[in-house]
């Protein structure tokens, strides 16, 4: 018994000698906030200073009070909600819904589910166009082509519709400019392209050497930060839709955000396995 | 699978530094009025919030981990030694010492 029990604490010890050798040192964080099932994206709405959240596995959003740090409300959505974006001019948060083929807007004074918008398809990533008070929803399409829904934020009906090659993986708009960037993928390359929002016409697409991830705007800068697997971040200048700069981050970037305070681009990474 | 943060300077557009997370985000939100960034963690159910101004490290960033497989295969490799090796040794010995004592109880029965 006792060399059994012997054997067993070595194999603990041993294992416990494998994971801390595989495992890098884990952050301290401020808070840990539960939320719903499989949370997938989120959106800062700048009036209520609060945090809406995406529960893809159950159809939900949450609303997380920044002063609080704590969900205030649970919000039930459609199917699969994905992407969200906030339209601060109408005070409200778009949520792509890719299990229903809807889009929930939400009112952010009630935080009550205000209208329900059939896409058609497959909705994905959302961009707000503060210029003209649209909501670019990209996504119905495939791999190699996208349309992108360009929807009235007052009367809620689409009002233009626009192809882009490649599968939208994120949007951002350029405030300065009155443009939207998209990311998108094709099976063999990635480019970013640019849509003036005047005629909603592409005006440039900028090829890249991986794939994109996650993009940003930088409006101080008039730049655009496109987060790429395998390890780059990509700085596009707004003037001349050029890549200016690529800076190594690390492995495998997820996302990415804009931090006006400190003039510093965020992003989060995971630690790829190598074999 | 763990991850982590990266800062980039946007003047400069090199990296600040790094800050290694529990977990990896699938998103990640900056709160203007707060100067928070919240970390949507996909695979915990659970939002993180950092302040903007944590201290970050400024060692070389991370390198990919060893890998999945050699882990494994090691893994699997110190559980054979350490509990399908002993654990064999033990039945061989059982079966051989329930061995010798049949005989014995056959010689015992033959001389009987």
Redesign the interface.
């Known amino acids: 018994m006792a060399?059994?029990l012997s054997?067993r604490l070595?194999?603990c010890v041993?294992?416990s000698i494998?994971i801390s050798?595989?495992?890098?040192?884990?952050?301290e964080?401020?808070?840990?906030?539960?939320?719903?099932?499989?949370?997938?994206?989120?959106?800062?709405d700048?009036s209520t200073?609060k945090?809406y959240?995406t529960n893809?596995a159950d159809s939900s959003v949450?609303i997380?009070s920044?002063?609080a740090?704590a969900v205030v409300a649970t919000l039930t959505v459609g199917r699969l909600p994905w992407n969200i974006v906030y339209d601060s001019g109408k005070g409200t948060i778009w949520v792509a819904n890719a299990g229903s083929n809807t889009i929930s807007v939400i009112n952010d004074k009630t935080n009550g589910v205000i209208k329900t918008i059939n896409t058609g398809s497959f909705p994905d990533p959302l961009a707000y166009d503060s210029g003209k008070g649209e909501i670019f929803l990209a996504g119905p399409g495939s791999i190699n082509q996208s349309s992108v829904l360009i929807i009235n934020d007052t009367s809620y009906s689409t009002i233009g519709t626009l192809n882009v090659n490649g599968g939208i993986v994120g949007c951002a708009y350029d405030s300065n400019k009155n443009e939207v960037f998209f990311a998108c993928r094709t099976n063999s390359n990635s480019s970013v392209v640019v849509v003036d929002d005047r005629n909603d016409s592409i005006v440039s697409s900028i090829s890249l050497a991986n794939y994109v991830q996650s993009i940003v705007y930088?409006p101080?800068?008039g730049?655009v930060?496109v987060a790429c697997t395998y390890d780059s971040?990509y700085?596009i200048s707004d003037s001349t839709n050029q890549v200016?700069?690529t800076?190594?981050?690390?492995?495998s970037?997820?996302?990415?955000?804009?931090?006006?305070?400190?003039?510093?681009?965020?992003?989060?990474?995971?630690?790829?396995?190598?074999? | 699978m763990q991850g982590y943060l990266v800062a980039i300077n946007e003047n400069t557009n090199s990296v600040i530094g790094w800050l290694p997370l529990a977990t990896t985000p699938s998103c990640i939100v900056y709160d203007s009025s707060k100067q928070e960034l919240f970390l949507i963690n996909l695979f915990n159910d659970t939002v993180s919030v950092i302040s903007d101004s944590v201290t970050l490290s400024t060692q070389p960033l991370p390198t990919p981990v060893p890998g999945l497989t050699t882990s494994f295969t090691a893994l699997i490799v110190i559980i054979a030694l350490l509990f399908i090796l002993p654990a064999t040794l033990t039945i061989v010995l059982i079966v051989t010492m329930l061995k010798r004592r049949s005989r014995r109880c056959t010689n015992v029965d033959a001389i009987a």
């Open positions: 060399r059994l054997c070595s194999a041993a294992v494998i050798l595989v495992t890098p040192v884990s952050a964080v401020g808070t840990v906030i539960p939320a719903g099932n499989s949370p997938y994206q989120a959106v800062y700048s200073n945090i959240v893809s949450s997380i920044d002063s740090n930088d101080k800068r730049e930060f971040v700085v200016t700069a800076i190594t981050v690390g492995n970037p997820q996302d990415i955000t804009y931090d006006s305070s400190l003039g510093e681009i965020f992003l989060v990474n995971a630690i790829s396995i190598a074999d």
